[in-house]
DNA sequence: GCCCCTGATATGTGATCACATATCTTGTTC
DNA sequence: GAACAAGATATGTGATCACATATCAGGGGC
């Protein structure tokens, strides 16, 4: 048996994007908040080219925007940029959704309700942190199930984009499920997964986008 | 009045992008061509670093292929690829031009009969170059009437990637508009929007896409 | 004549340096 | 005391260098 952890291969500046790219995800950067690349090469203990192109890559993925020609900050979602986003996820998601629901297999679906009883366990006992995760495996196993590596790719970059808004959305997760009743709709999701309905799995996918994004819109003000 | 023209202040790394990407778009790179950072450097009159970073990026957007660890090849379009990068765009475009039917105005039609007018004089006598740039043009002026920078984005880099499969196909726009009749299929779609039904521009759109593609794959062979 | 080994070349990656300029600090003047 | 200007600092960008290693060529052994 090897007990050998797998080396670390990848080359520095996929590594530096990663951390990056899951500081973001995660919250742990404030929308808006400056970065620039010395002060990160110091944090991570590498020169700023790795950095740099880490950066680069997050601002083309708009996940880190640029200001003026020597200021960047983590992206701030507008109302308005949040409403665009979730045009587009309630228009691609959903169908990602149905292409799952006609590949997917018994064992995915039992696979799904393992995961699905784990995001409810992170919602009920768990951090933002915890919830975000177990929400992003459970969606993310169905989108793999659609096997449309392209599909997959644009929901990805939509995700990104979306860290902030999903970060504030989860961090009231049980109270804006307790108001809408939508606690068991993934359990709706997985039921109609079980059925073979397709477009009812990708009805309910759109709705749970929608009424979670009106919810979050409605409470902006607070 | 200001005779001088507008100084180019992009920073070289995006200038190298553009560069890059549009060579890439227009065919002028065979797919799987091997590129090096040092020759397109030595091409482009610049040191390694803005190469890089360009390349980088292109990498993260499919276009360019990282193969080993040292060594990088113009993305290849495989039929399995083809088919999925399809599946994606049937889904996603014709929902965008649903949304740019729900938008326009008198004034946007007036334009795209301008572009389609100059589409169809570039399939009759313009070469593949001419082609692609109308056609392009064509579709991202309904596109941007849509009004969602989200979707612009996604559609954008679906089209990137699609960039050797729009080339073959209109290598031979003639013909397949001849075979499959559907030479008029934009001024269709201008119809549409003219009287208003957005469902029939989204068919019209989707179907295009479709059988475009179902001819191109019939065609693979040859 | 074919195969494998070895040295040479090519290549991506990371670090460092140089530079222009945006941003901040500080001191001076009214 | 406040406003503005000049110097200092910080920062992104581009070039160059160093290095590990993948790739290739040529020669030697069987």
Redesign the interface.
């Known amino acids: 048996m090897n007990v050998l952890r797998k080396v670390e291969n990848q080359t520095l500046?996929a590594r530096v994007y990663q951390e990056l790219r899951n500081a973001i995800i995660r919250g742990h950067f404030a929308p808006g908040e400056v970065v620039t690349i010395r002060r990160l090469a110091t944090e991570l203990g590498t020169s700023v080219m790795p950095v740099?192109?880490a950066i680069?890559?997050l601002i083309?993925?708009?996940a880190i925007e640029m200001q003026g020609s020597r200021s960047m900050r983590i992206a701030m979602l507008t109302r308005e940029?949040i409403e665009?986003?979730i045009?587009?996820r309630s228009?691609?998601e959903p169908?990602a959704v149905y292409?799952a629901a006609g590949r997917i297999g018994e064992d995915d679906i039992l696979e799904l309700e393992v995961l699905n009883r784990k995001l409810m366990r992170a919602i009920k006992h768990g951090d933002v942190d915890d919830k975000l995760l177990a929400n992003r495996a459970f969606h993310f196993a169905v989108y793999e199930i659609a096997a449309?590596?392209?599909?997959l790719?644009?929901i990805d970059?939509?995700w990104l984009?979306s860290g902030p808004y999903l970060q504030s959305l989860f961090a009231s997760a049980d109270r804006f499920h307790e108001e809408l009743g939508t606690e068991f709709i993934n359990d709706e999701l997985i039921e109609a997964f079980r059925k073979g309905d397709a477009g009812l799995a990708r009805r309910i996918r759109e709705k749970d986008i929608r009424v979670s994004a009106e919810w979050y819109l409605n409470h902006l003000d607070e």
């Open positions: 500046h740099r192109e680069h890559r083309s993925e708009r940029k665009d986003l045009r587009v228009i691609i169908e292409l449309s590596p392209m599909l790719q644009v970059s939509l984009q």
